[in-house]
T-cell receptor, first 108, second 115 residues
Framework: GQQVMQIPQYQHVQEGEDFTTYCNSS?????IQWYKQRPGGHPVFLIQ?????EVKKQKRLTFQFGEAKKNSSLHITATQTTDVGTYFC????????FGTGTSLTVIP | DTEVTQTPKHLVMGMTNKKSLKCEQH?????MYWYKQKAKKPPELMFV???????INESVPSRFSPECPNSSLLNLHLHALQPEDSALYLC??????????????FGEGSRLTVL
């Protein structure tokens, strides 16, 4: 299957700090989705990006799709303990292949 | 709460056992998926069914046998598994096959332990 790399693999932040995870593909992504998986839980859909350069916001979360459609990012402003979990991007192309994931720990 | 239901939630089996994992959705989705997830790893695609037909088999060993009896049900039959097959098995569905057709809805998973 396809592989989409995410960095960093792990991130520990103090509550209130910002957090960013990056998703990188060697091939052009037709579109990309982001999922969050809480510890012990299952992946839950967050958002889908389709257009080159697209930026979407959900409260404290900002999602961006690169101009070349080969990368994407998720930025969380002022993290909270409820943000704990692993964030996955999913792509490329026509199948739901998941990226390697970034595990976020928020220290109260 | 998830709209994709998986049973059982936990399963322990020996290497000679035969067991099945079941998945059900009533959202009218026509694509259903099996993923395998090891600890601290991303979900790994195993099988995709589209309109009840096997669309993708990601070179999964034959000891895993999927079945889609109808548009709402997806089974994964397990036989002669190895301890390294111990993992969380996630079922998911989407409106249609393909990442452009909408999101994946996941079940809570079946945690399998092979002794």
């Amino acid at each position: 299957g396809q592989q989409v790399m995410q960095i960093p693999q792990y991130q520990h932040v103090q509550e209130g700090e910002d957090f960013t995870t990056y998703c990188n593909s060697s091939t052009t992504l037709s579109n990309i989705q982001w999922y969050k998986q809480r510890p012990g839980g299952h992946p839950v859909f967050l958002i889908q990006l389709v257009k080159s350069g697209e930026v979407k916001k959900q409260k404290r979360l900002t999602f961006q799709f690169g101009e070349a459609k080969k990368n994407s990012s998720l930025h969380i402003t002022a993290t909270q303990t409820t943000d704990v979990g692993t964030y996955f991007c999913a792509g490329p192309g026509n199948q739901f292949y998941f990226g390697t994931g970034t595990s976020l720990t928020v220290i109260p | 709460d998830t709209e994709v239901t998986q049973t059982p939630k936990h399963l322990v089996m020996g290497m000679t056992n035969k067991k099945s994992l079941k998945c059900e959705q009533h959202m009218g989705h026509r694509a259903m998926y099996w993923y395998k997830q090891k600890a601290k790893k991303p979900p790994e695609l195993m099988f995709v069914y589209s309109y009840e037909k096997l669309s993708i088999n990601e070179s999964v060993p034959s000891r895993f046998s999927p079945e889609c009896p109808n548009s709402s049900l997806l089974n994964l039959h397990l036989h002669a598994l190895q301890p390294e097959d111990s993992a969380l098995y996630l079922c998911a569905s989407s409106h249609r096959q393909g990442i452009g057709t909408g999101e994946l809805f996941f079940g809570e998973g079946s945690r399998l332990t092979v002794l």
